[in-house]
């Protein structure tokens, strides 16, 4: 699936969904709990998450790939976890801000 900045997207398996912030080009395989994201809100009848994908994710936690070529914003949280080609997302840590004294 070929994804653009902006893109809100759902998992089949749970509740989540994410947006796209920012994407590598070329097709992308984005899954949640081990089954393909569809656009957000599309509904259909929820399947069941896979054992080995149930990290679940965090609202309003960035998700990132490791190269940090693509990284996704929870909107709504869930219990499968996020992958591409079956790589795990990590979630992105937070910038330390400058002391100040």
Known sequence: MQLKTGTRLGSS???AEVMVISASDGDINLTCG???MAAAGSGGEKSAIDPD???GVQI???YVTADA???LLCVKPGEGS???DGTPL???DAK???KTD
């Open 53 to 55: 994908h149930q990290g």
């Open 82 to 84: 996020l992958a591409i």
């Open 69 to 71: 070529t693509m990284e």
């Open 34 to 36: 081990g089954a393909p």
């Open 90 to 92: 990590a979630l992105k």
């Open 13 to 15: 398996v749970c509740n």
């Open 96 to 98: 330390k801000l400058p």
């Open 60 to 62: 309003g936690k960035r």
